[in-house]
């Protein structure tokens, strides 16, 4: 089953995982994948792709809960009010060719702050990526897969004009462009057990700024006019999958982000009518989170994964803990 995770820096942790691999490699026997199924973790994206002609859909819900924040020295504080969403994801793969994968990642909330939730399940923004696999796996899977990938997101979901209900809004305005770079291998365990890593690095540049216009989910207020200047983000991830039987498998997984600075310009009404001049360095942010999940697979094409990611350090930005359950499903 070559299965697609959607959703974004331990480079030295990540050499460190490749490191420790290499040597059970080396004196590995011949084995087969028959009978060995995966359907990947929650977060790390599949380097393999598709084969052409297949495609893989793997609907997820996510449940966001967030009471507490670190600050910009890394402490952790209570929000003093609990805020949540319901998060439903539709990643989409197929493959264009045998070495050419697309997909698009579809995504809706309905989110709640105290008594105030948001009018339904309002559509989030959008992703579509193009993957090229570099070097494909061996039948045994031992040797890696490599692969590059270039994904655009689009801003489909509001972000600004959320005058009345703030949470109605479930998009950043942000059309940001992400290079990507993953590896995966299998590595055969003395007892006859696969154990399947993979990798991932992303990097996205500073894209243009946005226009923002009243209310925004920057916290700006009614009657404002001006941007905001996004920041670059750096990304890793990592899993290992431990397959106990044609069944089960076991999952652990780390993924950190590094977010640069943003600038907050424009106007917003004064006291007095006048227009005021707002200029907002917005800090940089940094997250730490931990996945850990399991697998059970109906049959070789149609397997559940259930889990939860959780923030275990981090720097101006929220603590939260995220349990998620997808299924996912080969054609």
Request: with cysteine; proline share 7%; charged share 15%.
């Amino acid at each position: 089953m070559t299965p697609h995770a959607p959703r974004s820096p331990r480079l030295i942790s990540f050499a460190l995982l490749v490191g420790l691999c290499a040597p059970a490699l080396a004196g590995a026997a011949e084995h087969s994948l028959d009978g060995v199924n995966f359907t990947g973790p929650l977060i790390t994206p599949n380097p393999a792709g598709m084969p052409k002609g297949n495609a893989y859909v793997e609907p997820y819900l996510i449940r966001v809960d967030s009471d507490s924040y670190y600050d910009g020295d890394g402490r952790r504080h209570d929000s003093g009010e609990r805020s949540s969403a319901w998060v439903t994801v539709l990643p989409i793969a197929y493959g264009l060719g045998q070495h050419v994968t697309a997909q698009i990642n579809l995504s809706a909330a309905r989110a709640e702050t105290g008594t105030e939730r948001s009018r339904g399940f309002r559509a989030g923004d959008t992703t579509a990526q193009v993957q090229y696999l570099l070097q494909a796996p061996n039948e045994d899977g031992t040797r890696p897969a490599i692969a590059v990938s270039l994904s655009q997101r689009y801003a489909t979901g509001s972000y600004d004009r959320i005058d009345g209900n703030p949470l109605n809004a479930q998009g950043d305005g942000v059309q940001r462009t992400t290079f990507g770079f993953g590896m995966q291998q299998v590595v055969w365990l003395p007892n006859g057990r696969p154990l399947r890593w993979r990798g991932q690095l992303s990097a996205s540049p500073a894209p243009a700024r946005v226009a923002l216009n009243d209310s925004s989910v920057y916290g700006t207020p009614h009657g404002f006019r001006g941007n905001i200047a996004p920041g670059s983000l750096l990304g890793i991830s990592a899993a290992a999958e431990y397959s106990f039987n044609s069944r089960w498998v076991g999952v652990f997984e780390f993924a950190a982000s590094r977010q640069s600075d943003r600038q907050l310009s424009g106007y917003a009404p004064g006291e007095d009518g006048a227009a005021q001049r707002i200029d907002l360095r917005l800090p940089g942010s940094r997250n730490l989170t931990l996945a850990p999940a399991v697998q059970y697979h109906f049959s070789p094409n149609v397997g559940l994964i259930a889990g939860v990611e959780f923030t275990v350090a981090g720097r101006n930005t929220g603590s939260y803990i995220n349990p998620q359950v997808a299924l996912g499903m080969f054609f």
